[in-house]
Nanobody
């Protein structure tokens, strides 16, 4: 299973980035998806999750109102739109998926990880 995240880069405070993740083949359908991040010297943390049909989302408090998770099931892609970026958003961002299909998106229990993409927010 390939869960390659892309779209990271260097952005100034207040800027925006959109991350993408396109899992391989039929893996994507009927599976909730999520985004995690790991800042330097810190543990990996959950950021946002979306149900397999896209009707339910949830976010950690620090990103609420700034980040939006979405998915395009026709193109097997999940996105993370990040606006009003802050220096504390600097991290490697990973997309992830649980082992089970369907079900509730919360709590999100990742079983599959992709290679991350680095987001750097400069002040």
């Amino acid at each position: 299973v390939q869960l390659q995240a892309s779209g990271g880069g260097l952005v100034q405070v207040g800027g925006s980035l959109r991350l993408s993740c396109a899992p391989s083949g039929g893996f994507f359908s009927s599976r909730n998806m999520g985004w995690f991040r790991q800042a330097p010297g810190k543990e990996r943390e959950f950021v946002a999750g979306i149900s397999w049909i896209g009707s339910s989302t949830f976010y950690v408090d620090p990103v609420k109102g700034r980040f939006t998770i979405s998915r395009d099931n026709a193109n097997n892609t999940v996105y993370l739109q990040m606006n009003s970026l802050k220096p504390e958003d600097t991290a490697v961002y990973y997309c992830a998926a649980p082992k089970i299909l369907g079900g509730s998106v919360k709590p999100f229990n990742p079983a599959y990880w992709g290679q991350g993409t680095l987001v750097t927010v400069s002040s």
